[in-house]
């Protein structure tokens, strides 16, 4: 089959979903392993799949990027999705006024290629010190991604009324394709494609505050600590890429 391919690193293509994909999607998402930092915490129904499939179809129409689907280079084999999605945020009223889900995607073993170092944690690597300060988030959409520097993270501005939205990086893997270092090879893959292909200056990427492998892979493409977005009382963990941090 002939596909429409964003991009390809050495051992994964990036590609455009197909209107029948939406099976790949619901297996995706099929189990509590791969649904646990997901809204919902729960597997996904075929219709879940579908009007998900149909808002990636939306995004990449408006915006020339969505969460795209991954497969081997070696067999074509269905590994994923990742990509980025523009986000926004909205105020603390709104978002305890909708039923607010944990932050979607970036499942991670904490084994093989994408294993956090044993003991490690967020907070032992990124400094948080002004409590006072973080930012509220959509409920409504949202992927779970991890890089820290050790710096403090800088306090940003918290009226989301009149934010603006922001790239947002994301990715989910098939439970068999855990531990093999996909989610850093095709994370890395996507941060240069980005800036090559100038969609901002700044991508964000949040993490449930337990998904540490996650944040290990943010880390290792070198992202940094930002203030944590709350989500329904959750202080999830935020890190940034810029194009200055190219240079």
């Not at 956090?116 to 988030?137: K, L, N, T, V």
């Not at 820290?148 to 394709?177: M, Q, V």
Request: net charge negative; glycine share 8%; with cysteine.
């Amino acid at each position: 089959m002939r596909h429409n391919v964003i991009l390809e690193t050495q051992r994964l293509r990036l590609v455009m979903w197909e209107p029948g994909d939406s099976h790949l999607i619901q297996q995706l998402h099929a189990t509590i392993d791969t649904t646990r930092y997901l809204s919902g915490a729960a597997p996904w129904s075929i219709e879940k799949a579908q009007e998900r499939l149909s808002t990636w179809f939306d995004e990449h129409a408006k915006h020339g990027t969505t969460k795209y689907k991954i497969l081997s280079r070696a067999d074509d084999r269905f590994i994923g999705r990742a990509g980025f999605s523009l986000y926004h945020r909205a105020d603390n009223s709104k978002l305890r006024a909708q039923p607010t889900p944990l932050c979607p995607a970036g499942h991670l073993p904490l084994k093989g290629g994408d294993r956090q170092d044993e003991g490690a944690s967020f907070y032992s690597q990124c400094s948080i010190e002004a409590e006072d300060h973080h930012e509220s988030i959509s409920p409504l959409e949202g992927e779970m991604s991890g890089r820290t520097e050790g710096g403090k993270p800088r306090p940003l501005a918290i009226n989301s009324e009149s934010a603006e939205p922001e790239f947002e990086l994301g990715y989910s893997l098939s439970h068999s394709e855990w531990g093999k270092g996909y989610a850093t090879e095709i994370a890395s893959a996507l941060r240069d494609w980005f800036f090559e292909r100038n969609f901002g200056s700044t991508f964000i990427a949040f993490t449930h505050p337990d998904n540490g492998a996650s944040q290990n892979v943010l880390t290792k493409i070198g992202m940094r600590c930002r203030m944590p977005m709350i989500i329904d009382g959750l202080e999830c963990p935020t890190f940034e890429y810029s194009a200055q941090m190219r240079r």
